[in-house]
Structure formats: structure tokens, C-alpha cells
């Protein structure tokens, strides 16, 4: 039995998606299954990754785990109950800004991803780590916006990047959870060409049949104000790996195709399956 945890949003629901697909059985773990809307013939279970009695029963006879964590939440008690359980191998959504070898994580996005990869190390299970950067379901954060006109206002217009479809993640996550070959390895899945924000904007216009355009706003009285209702570390993390990428070329690998055997979705593709997003 395969175990996705974070099975009811992106990249969760995606991977079930996929494992369901090539006929795996699946169980998907959610806070609040009868919102679940799973496929048919997926067992989704109850449970709480903060409560650690609720997590012995929704790993019962599990092998592998696809571990998707919301940002922040301590790990420790699902891989406790995870070592207990006897699971075999760990796949886990990580941050491309984790920096190997590095005395101290340069910031709490990677300090945070770091400290689950080492945990998840830690429990003795076959482990796999997917790193990625800027996935392509960021963009979602403009939707408010569109809603009220053709104008995204944000900073960074020249930030890049290889943006990743959640498909593909899915994809991927799905193949190492269920082939050999992968433990003990970091995959950095990346989409097919580096874009700025200003050029997702763009075509995200052209997949929307919409005008839109990009007008770059100063980062500090942003990163200010949207320190005020989220972590100060978390939205400075954020915006300097953004700012790190503007005038660069975001780097393109074929790990998707080489691990799926397909081509990575392009952002053109992505744009169109979320149009209804925009709507
Ligand atoms: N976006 C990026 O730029 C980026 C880059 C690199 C890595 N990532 C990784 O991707 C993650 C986000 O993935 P996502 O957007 O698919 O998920 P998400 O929106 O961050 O998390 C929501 C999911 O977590 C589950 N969840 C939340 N609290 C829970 C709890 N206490 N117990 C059990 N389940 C809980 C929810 O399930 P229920 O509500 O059904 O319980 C839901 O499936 C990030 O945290 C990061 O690790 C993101």
C-alpha cells in the first residue's frame, strides 16, 4: 500500500492521481476525508499529522509514502510513527533551496526542507528527495488579481524560472515510488524552458485569450506589507530566491522525461489547465 500525505492539494492529489493510474493501491490521508474528492477506489483515511494517535492506523500496511508537508509542520511525529510501521521508502517534496554540504542552510525555506530530509534519513527507510524551485502552481498567486483586470503588480518582473507543471512532479513522484533504482537519490524535476515572471504572465495571456501584462512593483514596501500577516523570514527567504534569478537563465534538465518517459509539460500546458482558475 502507497500512503500520499498532502493527497488533497497540488502535488498530492496529482500523485494519487498518477499511482491510481498505473493501478497502485493507494491511501490518501487527509484531516477531513468527506472533502477528500479522491478517485473511486482510493482509501482515504482520516488522520492528523499534529496528533500522533491518528497516524499508527493510517499507516498500516503501508510500504512507501509520499511525503507533501505544508511549510513549517514538524515532521517528527508522522516519522516516528512511519519507523514504527515498518515503512520501506520515503519520497519527499522538497525545496530546490536546499544547498548540499552547507554548514547552515543559507535561509528557513531551506533550513526547513533540510531538517525534514535529514529527519526522514533518520528513520532508516529507503529515501528519495524531490527538489523543486518555483513550481509552475505559484502562478495561481496572480489570480486574485486577473480577477479585477489584465494587470499582475508584483516585484521581480525578470525573475526565471524552469517552472515545473504539479503534473509532472506527480509523475515523477509516482515512478520512484514504485520502481526501483531511486534510493538514496535527489531529483531536481524542472518544466522545458526557463520564463520570467513577465513572460508566465504573458503566456499565460495568450493560453487565457487575454492581454495581459506585468508591471513590476519596488520589493521592499511588498516584502513589508506581506510580513505583516506572513513569517518576516519566510516572505524575505522567498523574495531573495526570486531576486537571485533575475538576469539568469533558470536551469533545464530532463528528469521528468527521463523518469516518466515523456517530455516535461510545458508552461503553455499548464496555463491552459488552470484556466478555470483564472476564470
Ligand atoms: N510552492 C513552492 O514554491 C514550493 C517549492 C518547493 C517545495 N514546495 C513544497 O510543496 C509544499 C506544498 O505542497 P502543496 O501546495 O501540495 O500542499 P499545501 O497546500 O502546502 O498543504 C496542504 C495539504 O497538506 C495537508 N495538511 C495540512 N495540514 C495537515 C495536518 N495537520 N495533518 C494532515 N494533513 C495536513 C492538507 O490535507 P487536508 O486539508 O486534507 O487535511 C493538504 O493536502 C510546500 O510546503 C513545500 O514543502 C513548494
Same mark, same amino acid.
Given at each position: 500500500?502507497?500512503?500520499?500525505?498532502?493527497?488533497?492539494?497540488?502535488?498530492?492529489?496529482?500523485?494519487?492521481?498518477?499511482?491510481?493510474?498505473?493501478?497502485?493501491?493507494?491511501?490518501?490521508?487527509?484531516?477531513?476525508?468527506?472533502?477528500?474528492?479522491?478517485?473511486? /477506489?482510493?482509501?482515504?483515511?482520516?488522520?492528523?499529522?499534529?496528533?500522533?494517535?491518528?497516524?499508527?492506523?493510517?499507516?498500516?500496511?503501508?510500504?512507501?509514502?509520499?511525503?507533501?508537508?505544508?511549510?513549517?509542520?514538524?515532521?517528527?511525529?508522522?516519522?516516528?510513527?512511519?519507523?514504527?510501521?515498518?515503512?520501506?521508502?520515503?519520497?519527499?517534496?522538497?525545496?530546490?533551496?536546499?544547498?548540499?554540504?552547507?554548514?547552515?542552510?543559507?535561509?528557513?525555506? *531551506?533550513?526547513?526542507?533540510?531538517?525534514?530530509?535529514?529527519?526522514?534519513?533518520?528513520?532508516?527507510?529507503?529515501?528519495?528527495?524531490?527538489?523543486?524551485? +518555483?513550481?509552475?502552481?505559484?502562478?495561481?498567486?496572480?489570480?486574485?488579481?486577473?480577477?479585477? /483586470?489584465?494587470?499582475?503588480?508584483?516585484?521581480?518582473?525578470?525573475?526565471?524560472?524552469?517552472?515545473?507543471?504539479?503534473?509532472?512532479?506527480?509523475?515523477?513522484? *509516482?515512478?520512484?515510488?514504485?520502481?526501483?533504482?531511486?534510493?538514496?537519490?535527489?531529483?531536481?524535476?524542472?518544466?522545458? *524552458?526557463?520564463?520570467?515572471?513577465?513572460?508566465?504572465?504573458?503566456?499565460?495571456?495568450?493560453?487565457?485569450?487575454?492581454?495581459?501584462? +506585468?508591471?513590476?512593483?519596488?520589493? /521592499?514596501?511588498?516584502?513589508?506589507?506581506?510580513?505583516?500577516?506572513?513569517?518576516?523570514? +519566510?516572505?524575505?527567504?522567498?523574495?531573495?530566491?526570486?531576486?537571485? $534569478?533575475?538576469?539568469?537563465?533558470?536551469?533545464?534538465?530532463?528528469?521528468?522525461?527521463?523518469?516518466?518517459?515523456?517530455?516535461?509539460? $510545458?508552461? $503553455?500546458?499548464?496555463?491552459?489547465?488552470?484556466?478555470?482558475?483564472?476564470?
Amino acid at each position: 500500500m502507497i500512503l500520499v500525505v498532502g493527497a488533497t492539494a497540488h502535488f498530492g492529489r496529482q500523485t494519487v492521481d498518477s499511482l491510481v493510474a498505473a493501478g497502485h493501491p493507494v491511501r490518501a490521508l487527509s484531516r477531513t476525508p468527506e472533502r477528500a474528492g479522491l478517485p473511486a /477506489g482510493v482509501e482515504v483515511v482520516q488522520a492528523d499529522l499534529t496528533r500522533a494517535e491518528t497516524l499508527g492506523p493510517a499507516l498500516a500496511d503501508v510500504t512507501a509514502v509520499f511525503l507533501v508537508l505544508p511549510y513549517g509542520l514538524d515532521p517528527a511525529p508522522f516519522l516516528d510513527a512511519a519507523r514504527r510501521a515498518g515503512v520501506r521508502r520515503i519520497v519527499f517534496l522538497s525545496s530546490g533551496a536546499v544547498v548540499d554540504g552547507a554548514e547552515k542552510q543559507p535561509d528557513v525555506i *531551506a533550513a526547513y526542507h533540510h531538517g525534514v530530509e535529514q529527519a526522514v534519513k533518520a528513520t532508516g527507510a529507503e529515501w528519495t528527495f524531490l527538489r523543486i524551485f +518555483f513550481p509552475a502552481v505559484n502562478s495561481l498567486s496572480f489570480a486574485m488579481q486577473l480577477g479585477g /483586470g489584465d494587470v499582475v503588480r508584483a516585484p521581480y518582473a525578470g525573475a526565471a524560472a524552469t517552472v515545473v507543471h504539479e503534473r509532472d512532479v506527480a509523475d515523477v513522484a *509516482a515512478r520512484v515510488l514504485t520502481s526501483g533504482g531511486h534510493a538514496g537519490r535527489v531529483y531536481e524535476p524542472t518544466g522545458p *524552458a526557463s520564463l520570467t515572471q513577465a513572460e508566465q504572465v504573458s503566456a499565460l495571456g495568450a493560453a487565457l485569450g487575454r492581454d495581459l501584462s +506585468f508591471e513590476e512593483l519596488d520589493a /521592499g514596501p511588498v516584502r513589508e506589507q506581506m510580513g505583516r500577516f506572513m513569517d518576516p523570514d +519566510f516572505v524575505n527567504a522567498l523574495f531573495d530566491l526570486m531576486a537571485a $534569478t533575475v538576469g539568469r537563465d533558470a536551469p533545464v534538465n530532463s528528469v521528468v522525461e527521463e523518469l516518466t518517459g515523456h517530455p516535461a509539460r $510545458t508552461y $503553455t500546458q499548464w496555463a491552459a489547465d488552470h484556466a478555470a482558475d483564472f476564470s
